[in-house]
Structures are given as C-alpha cells and as structure tokens.
C-alpha cells in the first residue's frame, strides 16, 4: 500500500517542502533534523528556488542542520542554487556509477567548494 505524501501536493512548493520537515519532525519525535535534501531539481529553476529557499529558512531557524540536493548532475543547478536561490548546498547527493562517467563534474565542483559529495 503507497503511503500518503507528507504534504498537499496542491499547495505552493515551499508549503509542501514545509509541511514535509514538519510531518518528519512529528514522526520522528525531535525538535530537529540533521540534514534535508531535495530529491532532485524540480520541474522549472523557479519552484526548485523556490523549494531551496524554504530550506534554507529551516537551516537558518535551526529545525535543519544541514540542506543539500540528490540527482543534480547539473553544475548550472548548483550555481544556480547559491548564486539565485542564497546559500551553496552543504550535501549533494549522486548515483556514482559509470553511466554518468563517475560524475566528475560536480565531484569536483563540490571539492572546491567545500560540499559533502555523496
């Protein structure tokens, strides 16, 4: 049986990636999250903004520790996030694997900023 979104997914994306901290926070019993991470860039540059802008308010708030991004092979999306969206991501998280040529692009691209690739 598929379990309920955290969220409406008609509301606004920053809604929807706050009530998804909110409901993890409740399930999981605590004031705080250790790190959040979209799971991939969304539809348009605007909403995954949108989106980071909102984690970036929960890392500043202290209900997040650490924010980052899965599934973003893209260096553009990565500048975009810190250049646009406010704040360079803490954590991106990439399949490794040769089908993306070990994604050494942006393993590097986090080496020289500091990011935790994973």
Same mark, same amino acid.
């Given at each position: 049986?598929?379990?309920?979104?955290?969220?409406?997914?008609?509301?606004?994306?920053?809604?929807?990636?706050?009530?998804?901290?909110?409901? &993890? !926070?409740?399930? !999981?019993?605590?004031?705080?999250?250790?790190?959040?991470? !979209?799971? &991939?860039?969304?539809?348009?540059?605007?909403?995954?903004?949108?989106?980071?802008?909102?984690?970036?308010?929960?890392?500043?708030?202290?209900?997040?520790?650490?924010?980052?991004?899965?599934?973003?092979?893209?260096?553009?999306? !990565?500048?975009?996030?810190?250049?646009?969206?406010?704040?360079?991501?803490?954590?991106?998280?990439?399949?490794?694997?040769?089908?993306?040529?070990?994604?050494?692009?942006?393993?590097?691209?986090?080496?020289?900023?500091?990011?935790?690739?994973?």
């Amino acid at each position: 049986m598929a379990q309920p979104l955290p969220y409406d997914p008609e509301t606004d994306i920053a809604v929807q990636v706050g009530a998804s901290v909110q409901t &993890s !926070l409740k399930q !999981l019993r605590t004031s705080y999250i250790d790190s959040v991470l !979209l799971h &991939s860039p969304l539809r348009t540059l605007s909403q995954t903004l949108s989106a980071w802008r909102t984690l970036i308010a929960l890392r500043a708030s202290g209900v997040v520790r650490a924010i980052g991004i899965s599934n973003a092979y893209d260096i553009a999306v !990565l500048e975009a996030l810190e250049r646009d969206g406010g704040a360079r991501p803490d954590i991106v998280q990439n399949r490794w694997y040769e089908g993306n040529q070990w994604d050494k692009d942006v393993w590097a691209y986090c080496v020289e900023r500091g990011i935790q690739y994973q």
